[in-house]
């Protein structure tokens, strides 16, 4: 049961087009909390991963119907500029691959410029694979080694007290007074 919970929110969250957490984080915590299996928790973070992101980017492709006539012109012409050339197409699908961009934009300006949205999701699954193994692997490591010092210090009150500080102190950063005082200063006077 553990294991379709994980993957229905990995899915979910790769369904968003922008402020969802890395998919590694989620399946970190799944390890460390749950101990699941890693190769498992790889396999189906993938799959869960490249079908949200997948049918993010059929979204997107849904959603260009109801821009102007000027955007789709302007969106055509960038299809046609990057599809004019074969290795503007393989540096494409290197970056879903080896992608240091957010993957959410990604999928959304790919269904937004109408590109093969298979080889791509194929390019971002392969990529994943390496990366998650990677996260998952160390995770595994470091909480073998460190496991129990990280366990007492999240789960004590002080950490708790710390981490709701912070999270109340980043709520009230967008009421906080942030406009400048209009208050000129004193020019000082001439001597005497």
Same mark, same amino acid.
């Given at each position: ?11 979910? *969250? ?46 997107? &492709? ?18 046609? &500029?990057?599809?004019? &050339? ?43 694979? *390496? ?33 709701? *500080? ?27």
């Amino acid at each position: 049961m553990k294991y379709f919970v994980i993957s229905l929110i990995v899915f979910a *969250v790769n369904l968003l087009p922008a402020f969802g957490p890395p998919t590694w984080t989620l399946l970190v915590v799944a390890r460390l909390d749950w101990h699941l299996d890693v190769v498992a928790l790889v396999v189906l973070g993938v799959v869960a991963a490249g079908a949200g992101r997948f049918f993010l980017a059929h979204g997107a &492709r849904m959603l260009r119907s109801k821009f102007s006539a000027r955007y789709r012109d302007n969106l055509a012409s960038v299809e046609r &500029r990057l599809l004019r &050339r074969p290795s503007r197409m393989f540096v494409l699908f290197a970056l879903f691959v080896l992608s240091p961009l957010p993957s959410a934009q990604l999928f959304g300006a790919a269904g937004l410029l109408e590109f093969r949205i298979i080889p791509l999701t194929a390019a971002f699954m392969l990529g994943r694979v *390496v990366t998650y193994a990677l996260y998952l692997a160390a995770a595994t490591a470091a909480d073998q080694r460190f496991g129990q010092a990280f366990h007492h210090f999240w789960g004590s009150p002080w950490s708790i007290t710390l981490q709701a *500080v912070f999270l109340v102190g980043l709520a009230a950063l967008p009421v906080l007074p942030w406009r400048r005082s209009t208050v000129t200063p004193v020019e000082p006077r001439a001597g005497r």
